[in-house]
């Protein structure tokens, strides 16, 4: 059966045992890193899984269980089991399927987003031989003295999410990455740092060479920090750190946080919050992003939006249940 099947015999099940309404949601991936430190192989991690999730609602209550077994045989138990935990919750009034999810025939279609790489899986020895590039490059850098490792890694993983509303879709995407940690100076003037690089596709990722050169030079480029003169200077922020301040903006606008009321950006929407000119695109459609993604974990087609425009938040981030809190739609 394929994953989509066995989500909808899932479903089938939880709603002969008493549930309204079900959605449920398989995740099957596989993943294989090569760890090298100073020429040596320190470790190979392979790892292979699969979780199933389902989520049921009864009138106005509300119950999730999951499962690493995929067992179709043990399907009924578990829903069954659902539907009890379910039972016997308090009500939840903003509980229940996404209003705003696809409904069957309309599914949007992941595939031009281009998350999945045709490439065959890659072995122990290319991951290997990328690893010990990089270390070696990060080694050469005049100055680097030590090195913390490096490792490459390959994966491939499938979410399967359906609903009893009739949403059925898969997503599929690979991903690659390399890294790689030196360290420069001696004793207790000792600096590291590191670079990486991810991507989705193969042909996307970075050589081995510039990312072990590059976490090299930033481990030289720390050592002997000297402290400035207190001055009103413009701060120019690593893209590091900017995505870190992009994290944040992120976890403050949640519509979790906003109808609990504990966001410091609560009681700002429309407000001027980052300086005139600034202005924070999301965009889940993005061909070959990283975080890329047709629909959300509801169901609901995701969409291309601004949060910050010209330094003013313009919208929240809601799931279903935030939204109605909140007298809102599901932004995806």
Known sequence: MSHLDLLQDLIGRARAAGAD????????????????????????????????GLRVFVGAKAAVVSSTTIDPSGFAVLAERAVAMARVVPDDPYAGLAETAATAGAVPDPGPLNLLDDTEELGVEHLTARAAAAEDAALAVPGVTNSEGASAGFGRSEVALATSAGFAGTIARTSFSISATALAGTGTAMQRDYDYHSTLHLADLDAPEPIGRSAGERAITRLNPTRPKTARLPVVYDPRVAGGLLGHLANAINGASIARGTSFLKDRLGQRVFAPGI????????????????????????QARLLVDDGVLTTWLLDSRSARQLGLRSTG
């Open 21 to 52: 309404a079900a959605d449920a949601v398989l995740v099957a991936g596989r993943h294989l890193a090569v760890q090298r430190r100073l020429g040596a192989t320190e470790h190979v991690e392979r790892s292979e899984g699969q979780d199933l």
């Open 279 to 302: 202005v924070v695109h999301d965009d889940p459609l993005r061909r070959r992003g990283l975080r890329s993604k047709a629909w959300d974990g509801e169901g609901t087609p995701t």
